[in-house]
T-cell receptor
Framework: GEDVEQSLFLSVREGDSSVINCTYTDSSSTYLYWYKQEPGAGLQLLTYIFSNMDMKQDQRLTVLLNKKDKHLSLRIADTQTGDSAIYFCAEEGGYNKLIFGAGTRLAVHP | ETGVTQTPRHLVMGMTNKKSLKCEQH?????MYWYKQSAKKPLELMFVYNFKEQTENNSVPSRFSPECPNSSHLFLHLHTLQPEDSALYLC??????????????FGEGSRLTVL
């Protein structure tokens, strides 16, 4: 069945890099996504990667995709306190049916 | 201002009450979704509507009843809920279920507490 797994919590020091990892099951997903949820808000698309890509970089964000291992990661360089949020990994289960993980809560401390 | 608006933001109800959650999107989208967010659990897709037609019911108990009168509005009618139904209910929209990169636009959610 479809399943997206990610660790629930990550704590980093301000200025360090954060790496959030995710494993997924559906190898036919065309896109894989990272969504961000700030306190009291809904989810917002942060970035996505097309399945035929290995890496995508967008300013401080780097997405790495290992299709063989069905592993997706999000690296945030120079992590700031404003990056504190819950980060959701999602795979595409067909027809915009996104399958989300439980979310990784990123805490950034001074 | 978010393009997807959910009301009420907070709702407390007893198990015998009947209430409704409302979602409205101002983005001109044709697909709308209900998701359930519980602590430490994956987001659960509940229902999908595309051009007002239900295209997905993810084995949701009948005490949750969706309604989509037009492409801009989505309701979730609630009756005889259980305490385990307490969660954040998120509405989302997209251009349609087959479009582009599948970006969903979420509302801020309705926090439901069932006593």
């Amino acid at each position: 069945g479809e399943d997206v797994e990610q660790s629930l919590f990550l704590s980093v020091r301000e200025g360090d890099s954060s790496v959030i990892n995710c494993t997924y099951t559906d190898s036919s997903s065309t896109y894989l996504y990272w969504y961000k949820q700030e306190p009291g808000a809904g989810l917002q698309l942060l970035t996505y990667i097309f399945s035929n890509m290995d890496m995508k970089q967008d300013q401080r964000l780097t997405v790495l995709l290992n299709k063989k291992d069905k592993h997706l990661s999000l690296r945030i360089a120079d992590t700031q306190t404003g990056d504190s949020a819950i980060y959701f990994c999602a795979e595409e289960g067909g027809y915009n049916k996104l399958i989300f993980g439980a979310g990784t809560r990123l805490a950034v401390h001074p | 201002e978010t393009g997807v608006t959910q009301t009420p933001r907070h709702l407390v109800m007893g198990m015998t009450n009947k209430k409704s959650l409302k979602c409205e999107q101002h983005l001109g989208h044709n697909a709308m979704y209900w998701y359930k967010q519980s602590a430490k659990k994956p987001l659960e897709l509940m229902f999908v509507y595309n051009f007002k037609e239900q295209t997905e019911n993810n084995s949701v108990p009948s005490r949750f009843s969706p309604e989509c009168p037009n492409s801009s509005h989505l309701f979730l009618h609630l009756h005889t809920l259980q305490p385990e139904d307490s969660a954040l209910y998120l509405c989302a929209s997209s251009q349609d279920v087959r479009s582009g990169n599948g970006e969903l636009f979420f509302g801020e959610g309705s926090r439901l507490t069932v006593l």
